[in-house]
């Protein structure tokens, strides 16, 4: 027992805690995400957090610094770590379990992932991830079908102000043999086009030339393509097409735009709501196709909250196969710090809409018998079980937590088989007969 | 690539996956669970699956061998681990934010836990824990509301035929003092005791004979207690008061579970779903007073479903001062493979209610305006994204996949500005104008 006193409460770096306050709103925004996700026919797979660390890294070294390892007792024969995403699981389980699983197979994942990145403010070592991809089909209609997932899904969060910024890899990857250099310097290019934000574009000018020894014939291409970047949606995929006519892959990629924003459109997604962006790139380098995020017009700040793209080959760690598949990952606590920052969720103190006081021990019997006529019309209720004893306490514990009414059964109530429905934002109160009370109640709350 | 290919797509020993087709039932149990709780006022607590691993273990270094251990790199200084129940992480909580949460705390949580048990049939490594507990109240409705919780949460999820089994360990603590060997005795006694089924009475006999010294005055004595053990509901605890008079701690436990059922019956729970029963134990050692335990009457031999108690020394390990806290976990796992045998939940392959049908190019738009329509009426709806190309290969998807609505759309129908709808179950299919779709299906499909 002394020995036991000494251990301190608390959780390691990089860690956190989700108390009912936040964990009430966050449960709401998952169950969100999630009827969105089967409304767009998605199902529901879980895999485990502990997996072989092979599958994991697929037998790359350099993963080590970031993935958890795991196992029992002294560790030395550790073969075990923790998922660091759920890509990696989904690909093993398409190419574990093979034909058992119908093509295209439609699957959403929620859980948890662990990275040992280093801890600093808002990012974490343990966190959520939140996928839904379609394994199986290289046909448009997919990509525009995640595209309208990310749509549908901001709607159903409460997002008024959102963009789907849509794009394509083979564009991107065209952009080197376009400028006149081999198509492997695609990467560099966009490296270094990349830090416009902070370097300019004199900046860039300079390292392109330094680097890969742009001269003015490259910097002219270049620099059509990016006016077309930071030109005009109206007619933009036209003109890359007629500005990049020498680079197959690129054409490609124009083709597969067309298709997919046709198919958008005839999804219903509001045309305001996406537009094709040359500049959209993705950090991941498995993506090979079109590439999607989702960013907030009110928060332009905080970036990508949902994003995705295609990535056709999934499972060649496993198989010699290849297999297409297109899928995004809502960012779980990127879009809950924006949904407090904007006001659409709120700290909540209670699931219950009833508090039944219980300060006279000759009506607790009563009580509960009011208690277990709420419930079984649904309406989320408590009786008080704390150590308060008066009236005034139990009140001000009401008052404190949040509920929206109380009930109180005095001896003069169950003499008369009424209680009092107090309606604690209306601040008023109604005499109501035991078997009234449901609905009574049922006026005043939204269930 | 070469390196690559060679690894296989498999799982750890003892650790599973839950494909779609049995994640669909079992998204659908666990949100009865949480709706349930929720109902009752248990409000969402979520903690990390990694924890300090001097936290988890309270420093008792015999938790390592069923505890895994993490950590990144070499692991050399691995402090980490992953939790084994969720009942010490609600301590740590308690200990670490203290009056932050407002007390009683009435908090549910639902989490994977990792236990280094040899792996077995129906025994896993990682598997899912489902508590409820009410921390910081001694009152016995809080007792009650727990046995409350545990009936509807059968009644929510479909089970008819349960019984929860109610005792309190201060009862049994007082079985040795009552046969008249000192109160440390009893463990040793209930231990034995407990072996009736394997080796019956007999075998029971000679082992206290041999191990405690047991005479005729003291089997007299357990032979009493025994047959209450064995008998009637009506006048249990009057008949227990009677017989254990000169047990003060077996005194305490009857007028308990006295106040205790009063709260149960107030609280509606029927008759037949609940009894006092003196043989049930619970094997874990901390449990300080009443204890539950839920069975399924029509499968008795997988034992309790969804079991708990009280545990008053919750918060021992972390600080000085105790706090009351009861609970119960549900057995996640063995319910649904229970709910799986009586025929309560089956495999689902899809959580569509509709298949768009999408074997002529010409009508894809046309297809996916129709989907849109249904999902904006809350119809989880899909368009085929598969390889096939045919009407008939199409068809034969939707069947093999479970759809109960086909919608069909070729250019006849798109001329006429119509789809056919299609019954599956029904076998029957109607021409529906575009815009009276939704309601074509809600008349068919239950939502």
Known sequence: MEKQMNIQPRLAAGIRDYLPEDMIPRQKMLDAIRRTFELYGFVPLDTPGLELEEVLTGGDPAFNKQIFRAGLGDLEDADLALRFDLTVPLARVIAQYGSQLEKPFKRYQMGKVWRGE???AGRFREFVQFDADIVGSSRPESDAEIIALMGATMEALGFENYLVRVNNRKILNGLASFIGFDASKSPDVLRIIDKMDKIEWAGVKAELEKELGFGTKEFDALRKFLDLMEGEQEGLLEKVRALMSNSPIALEGVAELEEISKSVIALGVPREKWVIDLSVARGLGYYTGPVFETILTDLPSIGSVFGGGRYDDLVERFMASSIPAVGASVGVDRIFAAMEKLGIVKKEKTVSKVLVLNFDPDCSAV??????????????SEIYL????????????????????????????KEAGVVQVKDMNARKQDSVAFSDVPDAVKRIVDL
Not at 369 to 380: E, F, K, Q, T
Not at 395 to 401: C, E, G, R, T
């Open 118 to 120: 280093k801890p600093q």
């Open 367 to 380: 009580g509960q018998s009011v208690l277990s006529s709420l419930r079984r019309a649904g309406v989320p």
């Open 386 to 413: 704390g150590r308060e004893l008066t009236f005034k306490a139990q009140l001000a514990y009401a008052v404190k937590q949040e509920f929206p009414v109380v009930i109180i059964i005095g001896s003069r109530e």
